[in-house]
Structure formats: C-alpha cells, structure tokens
C-alpha cells in the first residue's frame, strides 16, 4: 500500500488568506484526488489530479478557489483561496494503487476564523 | 450517476454481540464497493472490498460484508463487537468505467456499549 503524508496536519488561518496543503506518496502514481470532510460530514471529491494534464473538478468545485498542482508522480499540492469560515474542513489526499485500492493521507484539519 | 445510501446514521450495539450496518448502492455499471472505517482523529482505513469476484467478502478486524446485487446491498457485518470497533464508516462506490473517484456514503457511527 501506498504511503501518504500531509503537510500541514492542522492550521488555524485568518479569513480572506490563502493555504497551500501538500501531499507527498512514497511511490509514483497515476492519479490523485483531493477530497473535503466538512465537520460531521463524509467525505466530498474536489478534484482528481493526473500528472501532465489540467484537475478535473467536480460539481461545485472550481479552479480559481481550489488551484492544484501536480509536477510530478509523487507529488500534489491543493490551495485553498480567499479561505472563509464555511473553508473549515479536513482536506485529504487520496491515491490509486496497482490493485484499484484507494489510500487515503492524514488529512490537513483547517480552521479558518 | 451513482450513489450510496447508509440507512443508519447511529447504531449502537453491547460489546460482543453482532453489528450490522447498512448500505445500499446505485448504478448503472458494474460498482467496486468499499467499507472505509475512521476512528477519532485519525485517517481512513479501508476495511474491505468487493470487486466483481466472490461476493462475500471478508476484511480487517473480523467484518465481513456480502455484496447481494439482487437488493443493491453491501451490509458490513461482525460477529462480535469489541470496544476498539467504535468509529464512523464509510459505504463507498466506484463505478468500473474508467473513472476512479470513490463516492462517499454519509456515514455510520457505531457505538460500542460495555
């Protein structure tokens, strides 16, 4: 299985600032996808991230609040814009194995005042 | 488009006796189905998985779940709770279409009694 780390694991930031959250994976992978868990909720997809091509995002998710990187097979980030207090939420990193199993990282707690 | 419904958002059992905990999927293709489990504070697990090939299927910990397309079901089972099985889960759906993102459930959380 593939391992994934976060950075941040938390942040407290102030409204209208802007937060960029990496994800790093100890092996190389096609796709990647970012997901939302707004408190007491299940887990939203944002976008999925190939490597070499524009996100894809999903039904009420869109570039100029999400921006997301993807330079290489190891490597992603997702930047959350003009953050307000309804941005509070845990961001998670997810990948794809060889065997169709989706991992999940940590996840970034984000709180946003 | 597909999609999963928990039917229960709590469910509380005694420890030792059996849990049960309920999903019902929809789809036009052939679904991959997944339980996902989150303790507090920490990230998903995934638990188990069915993929077309048998459709009991048996995960970590002791769950099990059985895939019955008759009834679009994919219930997750234990025989005996233990304490340690108190967290929230996830019924999880992928349709085998090229497309790779899960759909997520809204959760079930189970409470472990003593």
């Known amino acids: 299985s593939a391992v994934i780390s976060q950075k941040p694991s938390r942040d407290i930031c102030q409204r209208g600032t802007s937060l960029t959250i990496q994800c790093q994976v100890d092996?190389?992978?096609?796709?990647m996808f970012w997901y939302r868990q707004q408190p007491g909720q299940s887990l939203t997809l944002i976008a999925t991230?190939?490597?070499?091509?524009?996100?894809?995002?999903e039904s009420g998710f869109v570039i100029d609040k999400f921006p997301i990187s993807r330079p290489n097979l190891t490597f992603s980030t997702l930047t959350v814009s003009n953050m307000s207090p309804e941005d509070s939420s845990i961001y998670l990193c997810?990948?794809?194995?060889?065997?169709?199993?989706?991992?999940f990282g940590p996840g970034t707690r984000l709180t946003v005042l | 488009a597909q999609s999963v419904t928990q039917l229960d958002s709590h469910v509380s059992v005694s420890e030792g006796t059996p849990v049960l905990l309920r999903c019902n999927y929809s789809?036009?293709?052939?679904?991959?189905l997944f339980w996902y489990v989150q303790h507090p504070n920490k990230g998903l697990q995934l638990l188990l998985k069915?993929?077309?090939?048998?459709?009991l299927v048996k995960g970590i910990n002791g769950f099990e779940a059985e895939f019955k397309k008759s009834e679009t079901s994919f219930h997750l089972t234990k025989p005996s709770a233990h304490m340690s099985d108190a967290a929230e889960y996830f019924c999880?759906?992928?349709?085998?279409?090229?497309?790779?993102?899960?759909?997520f459930g809204s959760g079930t959380r189970l409470q472990v009694q003593p």
């Open positions: 999880v759906v992928r349709m085998d279409t090229g497309r790779r993102a899960l759909t």
């Open positions: 997810s990948t794809l194995s060889s065997y169709n199993e989706q991992f």
């Open positions: 789809s036009s293709y052939s679904p991959s």
């Open positions: 991230a190939n490597q070499g091509s524009e996100a894809t995002y």
């Open positions: 069915y993929t077309s090939a048998a459709t």
């Open positions: 092996s190389q992978v096609t796709m």
